[in-house]
Structures are given as C-alpha cells and as structure tokens.
C-alpha cells in the first residue's frame, strides 16, 4: 500500500476544531478521490479531482473543504464538523480519472479512521 | 442511473471449500465492473476487472469472477479458501459510455469469513 499513503490514520476531534487530512500518490496519476466509508453503507464519493482541477463536488456539506496544490497530493481540510461525520475517509488515485470511455483503475490509501467527539 | 447489489451481508466457508460472494449490477450502458478486498484498518486493495472479451476474469490472489450479461451478475469465486482471505469484498460498477464524469458505485460490502 506504499503507492497511495494517507496521514494521519487516526484523528479524535472535537466539533469546534480544525483539522486536515493529507493524501499522496507515488503512482504518477492524474486523478485523486476523496471518500467517505461508514459502517454498513456503500462508499460514498466526495470530491473528484483532475489535473489539479474539481471536477466533482457531491453535495457535500461546507464544512469539508478540499485542495489539491498538484497531482500528487490532495487535503481535507475539516472545521465545525459534526459526530455524524465521524467515519473512515479514504483517498484514492487513477491515472486518467473519471470520464467517459475511461477504462482507469483507482488504487486506494489505508485512510484516516476519523472520530467527532 | 447505475447501482450495485451485494445480497450477503456475510458469507462463511470452511478453508479448502470453494468460495462465491455474489454481486449484481444495474446500468444502462457498457458495464465496468471491479472487485475490492479491503482487510481490517487497510483501505481497499484492487482485486480485478471486467472492461470486454472473455466471461472469466482472473485476478490476485487466486481469485476469478465471472461475468454474466443475461444475468447481470459479477460473482466472486475462489477454488479453494485460505483463512487469510477473511476480509470485507466490495464490488463496483460503472457505466463505460454515459454521462460527463462517470463515476464508481460500490456495493456495500460482504464480510468473508473463512474458519478451519
């Protein structure tokens, strides 16, 4: 799993906090996800991002905020969140990204085991 | 709109038997189809792909999946078990052709128990 690394793996955070997640792929990919995995529900998908570029935004709430400087690494930044949002967040890359006649693969990071107090 | 179904929550199977973790898909298109391992506090590891050509696709560790059109399936399979394939399994689809930004949809995960 060396080729998508996420930190930090585990965040305790209060609701009035600010913290941020960092994502980075040494795959030399183009494309970088962000998702949300809670128990017992499918993956969902947060932010897509292309050559550095939002090119999805899933109705997620303000209170997440993405960046991605340059291809190889992608944030989170969180502030204000809720205990509903406490989940584990997992980064993804693809060489291409998520257009049509794609055929790209995405590779996963281990993710940040993240908990709202 | 595409979607995916898992229909076991779990699945157990004595190590040496044959495994299946069942998926179904729905799409309107040409599907793409994928299957992800994802071990305790590790995020999900690529297993395999179906994109075209031949039913049968082989992938690590051992496992196969077989596509089949008529009956919108993508089943997991193993021949024989190991108890390190004890893991959570997630399939996903996509619609090859359709929309701006095709996106991956997972199922919600089946829970592979493999006992000695």
């Known amino acids: 799993e060396t080729g998508v690394t996420q930190t930090p793996r585990h965040l305790v955070m209060g609701m009035t906090n600010k913290k941020s997640l960092k994502c980075e792929q040494h795959l030399g990919h183009n494309a970088m996800y962000w998702y949300k995995q809670s128990a017992k529900k499918p993956l969902e998908l947060m932010f897509v991002y292309s050559l550095e570029e939002r090119v999805e935004n899933n109705s997620v709430p303000s209170r997440f905020s993405p960046e991605c400087p340059n291809s190889s690494h992608l944030f989170l930044h969180l502030h204000t969140l809720q205990p509903e949002d406490s989940a584990l967040y997992l980064c993804?890359?693809?060489?291409?990204?998520?257009?049509?006649?794609?055929?790209?693969?995405?590779?996963f990071g281990p993710g940040t085991r993240l908990t709202v107090l | 709109a595409q979607s995916v179904a898992q229909p076991e929550d779990q699945v157990n199977v004595a190590e040496g038997n044959p495994l299946t973790v069942k998926c179904t898909y729905s799409v309107s298109g040409n599907p793409y189809l994928f299957w992800y391992v994802q071990y305790p506090n590790r995020g999900l590891q690529f297993l395999l792909k179906y994109i075209t050509g031949d039913n049968l696709v082989k992938g690590s560790y051992g496992f196969e999946a077989e596509f089949n059109k008529s009956q919108t399936s993508f089943h997991l399979k193993k021949p024989s078990a190991l108890v390190s394939d004890s893991a959570l399994y997630f399939c996903a689809v996509r619609d090859l052709y359709t929309g701006t930004a095709s996106k991956l949809t997972f199922g919600t995960g089946t829970r592979l128990q493999v006992t000695l």
């Open positions: 993804a890359s693809s060489q291409e990204g998520p257009f049509v006649a794609s055929t790209d693969t995405q590779y």
